[in-house]
């Protein structure tokens, strides 16, 4: 149930424009192709956002209750986080996000369509709710024995509230995961999920300079404890 309520907002948005898109095209047939065309491809979009979505709620519910393992493979996290790229760029062609790469090849065990939609909530959290769409920035880089992630922006930040839910590994409730400063998008809760059942952690704060700052690390190598 939490679940569901932390996402009830992201499924709700797409169904609004696509309502709003086949109507606009059913009742104005005076509307010329290219007007036309563009309000179905938007409406192809969101489709297939919503498809993303139900698809990855299965999935995590399934790794929440213990009933699926995750389907990890060797893959370089480079790849995924520039897949992830690809799609917000799709999605928010005039919001640039500056990309980072580490020195090292960060090469580990992953469900990458997991992983791609972690760092896509991430990106699309900052740019629909930090008031900052212009100083984005994703980072990779190697940590010890840790890959990490890492989404900065120059916003209003978070409130401690979020920020200590996070850092102490608890669900986000419905005041928290609603927060009307910051809008959490598909549910930093479905983040930690995805990142836990990896055996990695996740962490969320505010940068002294401003803005917030998203970081989540995942093991180099397999561990036995997930």
Same mark, same amino acid.
């Given at each position: ?69 995750? #389907? ?30 580490s020195d ?12 791609k939609q ?87 704060? #505010? ?19 997930e």
């Amino acid at each position: 149930a939490d679940l569901l309520r932390s996402v009830s907002h992201d499924i709700r948005t797409p169904l609004t424009s696509i309502i709003g898109a086949t109507s606009t095209v059913l009742d104005n047939p005076a509307l010329s192709q290219e007007e036309q065309r563009a309000l179905l491809t938007d409406v192809r979009d969101d489709a297939q956002w919503l498809i993303r979505v139900v698809e990855n709620l299965l999935s995590i519910t399934k790794i929440r209750d213990g009933v699926m393992p995750l #389907n990890k493979q060797e893959e370089m996290l480079e790849e995924v986080a520039g897949d992830a790229l690809l799609t917000m760029r799709r999605r928010f062609p005039d919001c640039p996000i500056a990309l980072e790469l580490s020195d090292d090849i960060l090469y580990l065990p992953m469900e990458p369509m997991l992983i791609k939609q972690v760092i896509v909530n991430l990106l699309e959290n900052a740019i629909r709710h930090s008031g900052d769409r212009e100083h984005i920035r994703l980072r990779l880089f190697r940590q010890e024995d840790w890959a990490v992630v890492e989404v900065r922006d120059r916003g209003r930040g978070i409130s401690p509230e979020v920020s200590q839910a996070v850092q102490l590994g608890r669900p986000l409730e419905d005041n928290l995961s609603g927060d009307s400063s910051r809008g959490m998008g598909i549910g930093l809760s479905v983040c930690q999920r995805i990142i836990k059942a990896h055996g990695g952690f996740f962490a969320a704060g #505010n940068d002294p300079k401003g803005g917030a700052v998203f970081r989540f690390g995942l093991p180099m190598e397999e561990t036995d404890n997930e």
